[in-house]
Every structure is written in C-alpha cells, then in structure tokens.
C-alpha cells in the first residue's frame, strides 16, 4: 500500500516493507525526471502526485484483495493497480461508502460496513470486475458485470486484449460501444440455451403498443398501401420502427412436403419513420384491417461494436427438446455498427452440434445496422451418414424485421456439409458488398435488395420478394444464378438487374441464370417474375463442370400461367438479356419457355385484333452465345431456344394477358416453336436451323428476319423446315438461305422443303434482296439448273400481295 498525505503528515504505512519501497521509489524517480526523459508519466502515479497536491487523501493498493484487508472510512478514495495482482489490467479508482453494496456493479465489500464503489471511471474493461481468463472460472459472470455498470454510467467498454471463458453465462446485456481489439472469447456450447443469446444489443427504450380511435384507425388504413409516402398520423412517432400486424389475415402459405400448406404467416408491414411522418422502407402491402401496430425505438446515436475473436467449442447443449439454439448477438437495438470481428472453432475441435442454430449474429426489429469486416463460418447440417444431420437448417446470421442492413467484407464460406451462413426473413433495402458468402438467403419478403462486388458459394442466393433486386459485379457458385425461393411462390415483385456478373454451375443438370418456378397452391399472395428484368455482360462459367450436359436457361418458369385455385402469375413489361457468353464448354444458352402465355397478368393491357398487335410486353435478347442443338423434328417443341406454348388451346383471358414483341439479335444458331400465340417477333443477324410460328395455319402477329441466314438443321421427316405463316405478315430482309443439312449432313436438293420458296417455282411473304448462298448456287449449278429472271426478282422485292408463282 501506499499512501500519500497532505505535506508533512506522517502515517504509520510507512512502516510497512512491500509497498513502501514502492512509494520511495515513485519519489525518488520524480515526475519532473520522467518528463525530461520523454517517458511516459504512471497513470496512477501523475493521479496521485494531483490529488497530493489538493491535500487529499488518496490511498493506493496493489490488488483488490489487499484493498479487503483494509479498514477504510467512508469517503476516501482509494486505487488499486490490479484487481488480483499488480499490473493485470484491473486498475480502478473507488470512494468508501457505507453498506454493502450487493445491488452496485462493481462494487466491492470491505472489512466492516463499508464498501468501495467505482469512480471517476471514463471506461470500462472486464479485468476491472474480476475477469480471470484462465479457462476454469465462468469469466461471463465477470463480462456481464461489467457491461451492466457500463449500461448504468453510460460508458463504452474498452477492454483490448485478454482471453476469457465463456462458459453458463447468457444474455450479457450491451447498451454502450465496445472496443475489444484483440481480445479472445472463448464459448462453450454446451452452455447455450433456446431462450436467450450469449450478447444482447439492446436500447435503452421499450417497444410500445399503439392505439388509436376508430377513426384515425379508418385513416391508417387508407393509407397503409404500396407507394405511400408519407402518414401523417404516425408523425408523433418519428425515429421509430413501425410494425403493423393483421394476425387475422393469412399470407405466405409455405409448399413442401414439409409444411404441406400449414405453414402461414400475418400479414405485416413495416417502415421508419422521420419527419412529419416520411416513410422509409417501400410498402409491399394494403390492409382491410390490423390487430395490432406496434412501434420500436430508433434509438439516437450508434452504438459501435469493435473487434474480438470468438472461439466455439462446436458441441450441443445440455438439454433435450427440439428448436433452435441462440449463441452469440441478438441485436435489438437500431443504429448498431459491428465490425473487425472473427467467429470459429476451438482449434482441434469440430462442429458435432444436433441442434440447429439461429445465427452468430442476429438482428430483429432494427433500422441501420451494419456488419463489417467479419470472418464467420457457416455451421454443418448434412455430414456423412444421416444420424449426423442436423435436422433443420442452422445459420450465422439471421434476422427479421431489418431495413436499411448492410453486410460488407463479411466472409463466410463452406464445402456442402455446411448449411448456407444467412437465414432471415422480413428485410428491406438489404445491401451486400464486398463479401464471400456460401449463400445470401431471405427465405419470406425481402423488398429492395442490393449485392455488390461478392461472391457466393454453392448454396446460392434464394430469396423471395419485390422491389429492386440489383446485382453487380458478382460471381455465384450455385445451379442458378438467383433461386426466387419454390417454397414461398418463387416471386420477386419488383426490378430485377444483373450485370457485369459470373454464373458457375456446379451440377451437371440444367442451370439457369432466375429460377423462378412455384408450386400450383394459392400462397396467398399474387406470384410472378418481375415488373422489368435487365440482364448483361454475364459469363456462364462450365469450368467446375466443363463435362456437363444439361441445358442452361436465362429463365425458369412454372409450368402454368394460372394456377389451380384460378390466380394468374404476373409477368414483366420489359425484359432484356444481352451480352452472355459461356466458358468451359461448347454448349451455350436457351432462352426461354413461356406457357400460357394467355393466361399471365400485366401491369399495361395489350390486345391483337387482327389487325394490329398492341403490345404490353417486349422481349430483347442481343448478342447471347446460344446452344447448337442438333437435328431435331422441324417442329419439335422440345428442343428449341425459345418456346411459347397453348395447352388446350386456350382463348386469350384478357388484355391484360401476354401480347408480346420479342427482338432477338447476334445470337448465331436460333430456334424457336411458337405454338401459334400472339407474337410479334424480330430476328436480326441469326443464323435460325428451326422455325414453327404455328403449326396449322397462320399465327397471329407477324415475323421479321434482317440479316439472317437460313440453314435448317432437322431430322429426315418430310416435314416442311420452316413453318412461317403470320396474320400480320413476314418479312426477309437482307437474308440468306444454305442448304438444309438433314441429319448433319447438307442436302441442297432438298430446298425447297425449306417453307418459303421452292427453286424457279414460287416465293411467299415479303423480300427484299433475299440471296442463296454459295452452296446452293453450286448445287444448281451441277445440276445444269438456271435461275430465272424472274425468280431471282421475286427474291429482290416482293409483297405478300403479289402472286407466290414464280411467271415464265
């Protein structure tokens, strides 16, 4: 001990040998010394040359327990410079009080009825509360302390190095920023419980239930719709999370065999508010009525959370039952920033839990959060032998009711025993950047989402939702580049923009760039594709699978375009794919397979009248590197590029159904089968092998070929090559035609089954400065067969209201 009194004082410490020496040394080597020296001044040693110098009492002690043997008055300050030894990091300042203090964090009981309490503290580490890090104490107990004086002073947690234990202690509240640097944490799994998490970013304010009066309940319900912008009546609420629940009304019916349909949840939305009762967060939803509007403070400031390491000891809890496990951040509170942080197991050890997990990190309820600069690794679910498999998916990070979250520089990645790292629900203005993720997931509602510069491993990027849905420079190692999730409609409702992005199938099936298939249940909202799609600048990359076969789609769709229970899926105005090319294989892309499309729902009507085709929907494919499919039945509908199909024959509904024009372009071999739909079609600078606008008869639309080359590529059928009959006319300009190749082999004496025109016989539809190619000329050629004037007029310029006879 030593102690320092006012100017001429003796006490009776001075006798005692330890710390005596200590304080004759600190005298000896002055203050006035040190600074010459440019050393830097003890803390404790520049504290109590001050509080010397204003004639008070100020008593300084080497560990806690020497402080306990004390017999102190109330009112003096004391210092310790260790809380069990010299020097170990739990150096703290406390006054003498009266009592005992067990309701005080932090506070310390000494010898009689007197306790020390801390003081004059600017911030707080856990060595201070009594931390010991030697892997047998529960050092939780200590951490837990620790950030409850934090939450009562308001003060941050600094604690930067150490390592700790963390073995039965639960819901360590956080309501302050938090420095850990390097310090290590290490949890013992078998500790984690269902109820609550290890870390609890909380706010200082409560949730509150709002109420209103029938009438401003009739206005929040006329209001509360999709492109609201501003509610006045929620303006007392500003800096608030609003959620508003109909528990009454039943969305989001989930497929499967698992859920077979029983799986639903309310209906609800949800937005912040700013001033005069702005909203943000895009409204997805109307309401007839709600049960309940609740509001979550927004809290008015950011709390920061930065570094540590986190170690687990990969093992279940102690407890039976089923459900999933909480383990590390449940954040809570708006406004968080968690970065520089590294989350992985115990080395030597394994992930061997049974139980799911929810996710290191957690985020309910919350506006603005930000997870940065984080290592974190997904947990195993289907390992070798099915005894092992954990039975439900488990997460990193997970989360519901989040607007505005952004992830960036988070790296999470993982072989197929590991479930995908993200398993949220209920995000808006979702932002990705810069990370490497086995897979970005919001299983139900994700409106506005954003990923940038990432990578994403095999389990993919499978959401459901609407808004704008933005994807850039970003690779994605999965069978589709984007998996609209089957089990909640496979809907985005909203934009959709992919571009300057890589696709690396892993399987050896078909692939697609949107899978967007559903199953035939009403889920209780409409489900479509889209309101626009833009896809370009897009490498498929086969090399993980350069012996794959499969077909890889720019699109799957449902099989229907109205389901069972009679709701009509809804489908883009506008869709462009251009600039996708393939690498580590020949094979290249299809297009699309659109069924029905006589029963899909648009946004803007459209019609067809036989006289003109007013469409509300256009289509482009430029410069795509499509699939050579080999020789097929010429009006095969099976093996084409792009197909549209009729089951049934069905009537068109409405205008409000598919009346589309469809442009494709620099996409070399094109094959396409019709099936008679209204259509208008636009092809330029493609070589087309097969041709079907309707197989009986002449399909409603029209068809126009610039700068195309004809080379059927069929089977030996006897069918006619090309079937290109349009009501509203067809039109070659510019084009040239080859000799069929039947079988893979070319056959020019078999021209004129090509559809639309037969050698000095006849020429159909519209021409102008349609030429034969070299092989042709040279098979007629050989064959002493001349080319009449008049034919090759025909081929230079001719309208569909002349005469198809060749004259002479």
């Known amino acids: ?35 010459m020296s440019g050393a830097a001044i003890p803390a404790f040693a520049a504290e109590a040359s001050l509080t010397a110098s204003r004639k008070l009492t100020h008593t300084i002690y080497g560990s806690v327990s020497e402080l306990k043997q004390e017999a102190l008055k109330e009112g003096e300050l004391v210092r310790v410079l260790g809380y069990f030894k010299l020097g170990d990091g739990g150096e703290a300042e406390y006054i003498v009080k009266k ?28 060595k201070m509360f009594g931390a010991v890090g030697d892997g047998q104490n529960d050092d939780g107990i200590q951490i837990r302390a620790a950030h409850t004086y934090a939450n009562l002073m308001n003060l941050p947690v600094i604690n930067h190095k150490g390592e700790f234990w963390v073995k039965q202690t ?16 290490h949890i013992d799994e078998k500790f984690n419980t269902r109820s609550v998490n290890r870390f609890l970013v909380l706010p200082r304010e409560k949730p509150v239930e709002l109420n209103f009066d029938q009438a401003t309940k009739a206005k929040l319900l006329a209001q509360i719709k999709p492109g609201a912008t501003i509610i006045p009546e929620f303006a007392p609420y500003k800096n608030f999370l609003i959620v508003v629940t109909d528990n009454n009304d039943r969305i989001g019916v989930r497929s499967g065999e698992v859920y077979a349909g029983r799986s639903t949840k309310a209906r609800e939305e949800f937005f912040f508010i700013e001033e005069h009762g702005r909203i943000i967060g895009d409204l997805a939803w109307g309401f007839k009525d ?40 449940k954040v809570t509170r708006s406004r968080t920033v968690i970065r520089n942080q590294w989350v992985g197991l115990e080395k ?21 959060i930000l997870l940065e600069n984080v290592s974190l690794i997904p947990w195993e679910k289907d390992r070798p032998g099915t005894d092992k498999d954990v039975p439900n998916g488990t997460y990193g990070i997970g989360g519901n009711y989040v607007i505005n979250g952004t992830f960036r520089n988070v790296t999470a990645e993982g072989s197929p025993i590991h479930w995908g790292v993200f398993g949220t629900n209920l995000f808006k203005n979702f932002r990705v950047e810069q990370c490497m993720l086995n897979r970005i997931d919001v299983h139900f ?101 350069p012996d794959s076969k499969g077909a890889s789609w720019l699109m799957r769709m449902s099989p229907f375009s109205q389901a069972a229970y009679g709701g009509r899926v809804f489908f883009p105005s506008h869709m462009e794919f251009r600039n996708i090319v393939v690498e580590g294989r020949e094979q290249g892309m ?23 085709l007013k469409s509300n929907c256009k289509i482009v494919f430029e410069d795509i590197q499509l699939e050579k499919i080999g020789p097929q039945d010429p009006q095969s509908v099976e093996q084409v590029h792009l197909l549209l199909t009729n089951s049934g024959n069905k009537g068109y509904m409405d205008e409000y159904a598919l009346y589309p024009e469809i442009h494709v372009a620099g996409c070399g071999e094109f094959s396409a089968h019709l099936g008679g739909n209204i259509s208008e079609i636009f092809v330029d600078q493609c070589k087309i092998t097969r041709f079907t606008g309707k197989e009986a008869g002449l399909m409603p639309g029209s068809l126009s070929f610039m700068n195309c080359k004809f080379e059927p590529a069929v089977k030996s059928t006897g069918k006619q090559f090309y079937l290109l009959g349009s009501e509203l006319g067809t039109s070659f300009i510019n084009c040239i035609v080859y000799s069929p190749r039947v079988d893979n082999t070319a056959r020019p004496e078999m021209i004129d089954q090509i559809g639309f025109m037969a050698i000095n016989k006849s020429v159909q539809y519209n021409h102008i400065n349609t030429r034969l190619g070299n092989d042709i000329l040279a098979h007629l050629k050989s064959k002493g067969i001349k080319l009449k004037p008049s034919f090759i007029s025909m081929l230079k310029a001719h309208h569909e209201l002349e005469s198809t006879i060749v004259p002479g």
């Open 445 to 545: 509602y994700c409106w506005n989402l954003y990923i940038k510069d990432s990578k994403v491993g095999t389990n993919g990027i499978t959401v459901t939702g609407g808004g704008d849905l933005f994807v850039e420079n970003t690779t994605c190692r999965s069978n589709s580049f984007i998996s609209f999730r089957r089990d909640y409609g496979g809907k985005w409702d909203g934009d959709i923009r992919i571009r300057n992005c890589r696709h690396a199938p892993t399987g050896r099936g078909e692939t697609y760039l949107l899978s967007m298939a559903a199953d035939d249940i009403d889920y209780k909202y409409p489900i479509g594709y889209g309101r626009t799609v833009k896809i370009e600048d897009m490498v498929v990359d086969f090399n993980t699978v």
């Open 590 to 612: 299809r297009l699309l397979n659109i069924p029905g499309p006589q029963a899909y729902k648009l946004a803007k009507t459209g019609g067809y009248d036989g006289v003109q």
């Open 290 to 329: 709600y049960t309940k509007i609740t509001a979550y403070p927004g809290s008015n400031s950011y709390l920061i959370i930065e570094g540590g390491t986190f170690y687990f000891s990969g093992e279940s809890l102690n407890e039976g039952g089923g459900g999933y496990v909480n383990v590390g951040f």
């Open 1 to 35: 001990m030593i102690k320092d009194t006012e100017p001429g004082a003796k006490g009776s410490d001075a006798a005692e040998s330890g710390y005596v020496n200590r304080r004759n040394a600190i005298k000896a080597f002055s203050l006035a010394s040190l600074a």
């Open 170 to 185: 639960n819901g360590i509240e956080i309501m302050t920023s938090v420095q850990w640097g390097h310090t290590i944490f």
């Open 348 to 368: 030597g050890k394994a992930d061997v839990a049974m139980a799911p997990r929810t996710g290191f990190y957690s985020f309910s309820f919350v506006y603005d």
């Open 99 to 126: 009592g005992a203090g067990e309701a005080e964090a932090g506070a310390i009981k000494l010898a009689g009825d007197t306790y020390a309490s801390l003081t004059n503290v600017s911030s707080v580490n856990y």
